[in-house]
């Protein structure tokens, strides 16, 4: 960020360098996007995202997914229900690409509820549940029962079937905050 002034006069002295540069297209664009909260600078990453995946590494893969979905999120947070849908494709192509664990070799239950709440916040409530069931055993042993139970809960709230909702959530048993 100390050059990015400079950096940014050069761009836009010579505009092809973006196009010309994948690299230096993502990295300006995640700068930019939380610079100016300009969604353009989000759906410029998206396009890169969508594109041109292949010809980045794993990591700036996660990166990029991981910037977009803060995004989303924040624009969600501050009342742009839009992007509710763009958080929830955002996820779902994390998890087909298989870039959702990260480092580790489990699945974070803090995303896994994220994936949950925000694909019923989208109407997504089949795909929500096919998801539960097929990953809910790639979290940590210690949050797979209580995970399972709690957005089961919430999945029967969604679809309005009030006594299953209750019935799951009976079976919640945790001092975890994110519940």
């Not at 050069?10 to 969604?39: E, H, M, V």
């Not at 192509?93 to 870039?99: A, D, G, M, P, V």
């Not at 998801?131 to 029962?145: A, C, P, T, V």
């Amino acid at each position: 960020l100390i050059l990015f002034d400079e950096i940014e006069s050069c761009i836009i002295r010579n505009p092809g360098l973006l196009a010309s540069n994948l690299y230096l297209r993502y990295y300006y664009y995640s700068i930019k996007i939380f610079q100016t909260n300009d969604d353009r600078y989000f759906f410029e990453l998206r396009d890169i995202i969508n594109n041109e995946m292949k010809s980045l590494s794993i990591a700036d893969r996660k990166n990029i997914l991981t910037t977009l979905t803060n995004y989303s999120y924040y624009r969600v947070n501050n009342g742009e229900l839009k992007f509710v849908d763009e958080q929830f494709k955002l996820y779902k192509l994390s998890i087909e690409k298989n870039l959702y664990k990260g480092d580790r070799d489990f699945l974070s239950h803090i995303f896994f509820m994220n994936v949950v709440t925000t694909g019923l916040d989208a109407g997504e409530t089949e795909w929500v549940e096919d998801f539960i069931r097929q990953y809910y055993g790639e979290l940590k042993s210690e949050h797979r029962e209580n995970m399972f139970s709690f957005l089961f809960a919430l999945l029967n709230l969604r679809k309005k079937k009030f006594d299953q909702a209750i019935e799951h959530a009976s079976k919640v048993i945790s001092d975890d905050l994110s519940y």
